[in-house]
C-alpha cells in the first residue's frame, strides 16, 4: 500500500458494543485516531478502557461493530492479526525480560537466525536502527541487560518492541505510572516524535493533566459509552471531570483548594494519635510524609498509580526502610526492621495482589490463617493443631468464610472467600493496626459489602486502618478522612465536613498541579 492511499486514521473503532453474558460493557462506541495524532482515552475503573483496546488488539472480537487498523478490517480476532495490520501496544505491566538485553526482548519470538541456528545480531540491530534512532536508543542501550536499565531506559524499549511489531499505531496503558517528571518529559519528547512520522497513539490515563500536556484530542468513557470527545484545547479539567462523573460534575469546584481542602498548613493531626509519621521520606517515592491517626479511625490515601500510595503501606509494615524521618506508635518510637517484627507489634498489610502476596493457594484455609501466628501454637518442637483449629473455625464463623471445612485448599474457595482468608489472617494476629491495600480488588459486589461492613466493625472495635484504594467511593464510603498524595507528597487532606468529599474533589486534589488551556465544555 503506498502513503497516498493509506487511511487518514490509523486506528477506526465504530458503533462498538461488547456484551458478556447478559452484561454489555461497552454500547455503541465509535472511537478513531488519525495517523499522526496523539489521542487521550480517560474514564473511571470499569468505564470500558481495557475492554475498548482489547478489541483493537484482536484478543476477542465485538459483539456489535467493526475494527479497522490503517483502513483495514481487523476480521480475525487474534493479536498476531492486529500486529500483522501495524498495531503495538505497551501494558500497564511491563512485559521486558530482566535477565535479556535490549536487544534480546526487541526480537524475543521472532529471533534471526542463520542456517546454523545462530543468532544474527547484526541483521537485528541493522533491522532496528531508523526505529531506535528515532527513539533515541543507542546500541550500548540494546545491548545491556534490563535490570540494568533506568525505567524510563525500560520504557523506551518497551515501545520500541511494540512498534517493531505495529508502527501504525501504538496504544500506552499507563506508561507514566513508574517514571519521575523529567523522565514523563522525555517520554512525552519521545511520543511527539513518533507521532510525527505518522504514527497513531492511544494513550490510557489517569493523569488528566498527562492530557492536556501531550494528547490532541480526548475521549472519555463513563459506564461503557463515549460521554465526551473533542480537542482538548476545547476542554477544561473541570470539563473532563464532570465528564467522567455524569451527574455528579456540579460537585467540581472551579476556584481549586477550598471549601474544606487543607493544603500546605502542616501535618494533619488527629486526637489521641495511635500511629504518628512524621517527615518521612524514601528514595525516589516519598517526600515530607507526616500525619497522624487515632484508635478507631479509617484513614484513607487516594492518589492515582506511581503517587506513592503503596509505598507508604510499605513503609510502615517494615518492607522498606525510609531514608529519613520517624514514625511513632502509641507515643513510642516504631521502626520495624521487617513485616515480622511489624506484625509483632501490632501493625498487619493486607496487600494488593492476594494471589501472590497474602496466600499460600495451595495450602488448607487453616495453614493459611495459622502462618503469621505459628509462634502461639508452638509448644517446644510441636504444634498444638486443637488450638488451630479453634481459631481456625472461630474466624470463619465470624467473617463469614463459605467452604466445605477449614481443610479446603485455598486455590478452591472463590476471590471473595479467599480474601476474606487474608483478612482472617490479619486478625488472627490480633492487630492494632491494619494496612490495606486495595481490599476489594478482584472481588465481586457482594463480597466487597461484605467485607467493607467488616472493616467498619475492625474500626468501631478500636482499631485503626489505613485503606488505599483507586475506587474513590470506596475511599469516601469507608473513610472519617482521606488525604491525597501526589508526587509523594500529601497534597490535601479532606474529612466528612468538607464540601469536597465526593469523588469530583478528589480527582480534582489527585491532578499534579499544572497550567490548564482551554474553554468550558
Known amino acids: 500500500m503506498n502513503e497516498t492511499s493509506r487511511s487518514a486514521f490509523a486506528l477506526e473503532l465504530a458503533h462498538v458494543s461488547m456484551r458478556f453474558g447478559s452484561n454489555w460493557v461497552l454500547k455503541d462506541v465509535d472511537f478513531s485516531v488519525e495517523r499522526g495524532m496523539i489521542s487521550g482515552l480517560v474514564g473511571h ?5 481495557s475492554t475498548l483496546m482489547k478489541l ?19 476480521t480475525a480476532a487474534r493479536p498476531s492479526a492486529a500486529r500483522e495490520l501495524g498495531l503495538g501496544m505497551v501494558m500497564q505491566e511491563r512485559s521486558l525480560i530482566r535477565t535479556l538485553t535490549g536487544l534480546d526482548n526487541l526480537y524475543l519470538g521472532a529471533e534471526r537466525v542463520s542456517r546454523l541456528g545462530l543468532l544474527r545480531r547484526r541483521a537485528e540491530v541493522a533491522s532496528v536502527h531508523e526505529l531506535c534512532e528515532r527513539l533515541g536508543i543507542s546500541n550500548s542501550l540494546l545491548r545491556r541487560k534490563v535490570a540494568d536499565m533506568s525505567a524510563i531506559e ?35 519528547r519521545m511520543l511527539r516524535s513518533v507521532a510525527a512520522h505518522g504514527t497513531g497513539i492511544v494513550l490510557i490515563t489517569h493523569h488528566l ?52 481542602l487543607k493544603g500546605d498548613g502542616g501535618p494533619p493531626r488527629a ?7 512524621r517527615r518521612i521520606c524514601t528514595a525516589n517515592k516519598l517526600s515530607d510524609v507526616s500525619f497522624a491517626l487515632s484508635p478507631g479511625e479509617i484513614l484513607g490515601i487516594a492518589g492515582l498509580a506511581g503517587s506513592g500510595r ?21 507515643g513510642q518510637p516504631y521502626r520495624p526492621r521487617a513485616p515480622v517484627t511489624a506484625i509483632a507489634d501490632g501493625a498487619y498489610l493486607i496487600p494488593e495482589d492476594r494471589r501472590r502476596d497474602g496466600l499460600i493457594l495451595s495450602k488448607p484455609i487453616i495453614e493459611n490463617v495459622a502462618l503469621s501466628i505459628l509462634k502461639q501454637f508452638a509448644r517446644r518442637v510441636f504444634l498444638r493443631i486443637s488450638r488451630a483449629r479453634s481459631l481456625t473455625r472461630e474466624m470463619m464463623e465470624r467473617l463469614d ?25 490479619a486478625l488472627a494476629s490480633q492487630p492494632q493496626l491494619l494496612l490495606l491495600d486495595e481490599p476489594t480488588f478482584g472481588v465481586d459486589v457482594g463480597a466487597a459489602k461484605e467485607l467493607l461492613r467488616y472493616l467498619r466493625a475492625e474500626a468501631r472495635s478500636g482499631k485503626m486502618l489505613l485503606l488505599v484504594s483507586s475506587d474513590l467511593q ?21 474529612d466528612r465536613r468538607s464540601a469536597d468529599f465526593n469523588e469530583a474533589g478528589l480527582l480534582r486534589a489527585m491532578q499534579p498541579k499544572s497550567s490548564e488551556a482551554g474553554s468550558q465544555i
Do not use: W
Not at 475503573?45 to 478502557?49: D, E, S, T, V
Open 45 to 49: 475503573n470499569g468505564a470500558g478502557k
Open 56 to 74: 483493537a488488539l484482536g484478543v476477542y472480537p465485538p459483539t456489535e461493530g467493526y475494527v479497522r487498523i490503517d483502513g483495514t478490517s481487523l
Open 154 to 188: 525500560q520504557e523506551m524499549i518497551e515501545i520500541a518492541k511494540a512498534m517493531r511489531q505495529g508502527h501504525t499505531v501504538l496504544i500506552l496503558d499507563e506508561p507514566t505510572a513508574p517514571l519521575g517528571r523529567h523522565e514523563i518529559d522525555t517520554l512525552f
Open 209 to 260: 493533566t498527562e492530557v492536556f500536556a501531550v494528547c490532541d484530542e480526548v475521549s472519555c468513557l463513563r459506564e461503557g459509552s463515549i460521554a465526551l470527545s473533542a480537542p482538548t484545547g476545547a476542554v477544561s479539567m473541570d470539563g473532563l471531570i464532570g465528564a467522567m462523573l455524569g451527574s455528579q460534575s456540579a460537585a467540581v469546584k472551579a476556584t481549586g483548594n477550598g471549601g474544606g
Open 271 to 277: 486526637a489521641n494519635a495511635g500511629l504518628e509519621l
Open 310 to 330: 503503596s509505598t507508604l503501606l510499605r513503609v510502615v509494615f517494615g518492607e522498606l526502610r525510609p531514608q529519613a524521618g520517624e514514625m511513632l506508635l502509641n
Open 401 to 425: 468464610i463459605r467452604a466445605q471445612n477449614y481443610a479446603q485448599v485455598v486455590d478452591e474457595l472463590s476471590g471473595g472467600n479467599q480474601q476474606k482468608v487474608v483478612l482472617a489472617k
Open 474 to 494: 470506596e475511599l469516601i464510603d469507608l473513610s472519617d478522612r482521606i488525604i491525597v498524595l501526589v508526587g509523594g507528597k500529601i497534597t490535601t487532606e479532606v
